[in-house]
Nanobody, 123 residues
């Protein structure tokens, strides 16, 4: 299995920035893609951004394009989500996830999940 652990969630003001981290352990070599999803209270979990294990370019949802940036270390076992110009609608629990099959934007294809980290954007 693959173990994922997120960190970095916090309370920030509108327009502020935040950096989330995700550490993967276990059978990370079997992963097809890794990415971030978020879920606001009463709403369905949604795709934020992800990248193929062997890829170089991340895919972003339209709502975060230009504001969020996904990056990772050279080992590909540590992911980061740089969040800029945060808005109240970005408030949600953010989850790091890993899949063994594609497509990278399909939530149902991800079988490994972190516990989530809360991001709250106040105005």
């Amino acid at each position: 299995q693959v173990q994922l652990e997120e960190s970095g969630g916090a309370l920030v003001q509108t327009g502020g920035s935040l950096r989330l981290s995700c550490v993967a352990s276990g059978r990370a070599w079997s992963v097809y893609a890794m990415g971030w999803f978020r879920q606001a209270p009463g709403k369905e979990r949604e795709f934020v951004t992800a990248i193929r294990w062997t890829g170089d370019t991340a895919v972003y949802s339209e709502t975060v394009e230009g504001r969020f940036t996904l990056s990772r270390d050279s080992s590909k076992t540590r992911l980061y989500l740089e969040m800029n110009n945060l808005k109240p609608e970005d408030t949600a629990v953010y989850y790091c996830a890993a899949s063994r099959v594609g497509p990278v934007t399909s939530l149902v294809r991800y079988e490994y999940w972190g516990q989530g980290t809360q991001v709250t954007v106040s105005s």
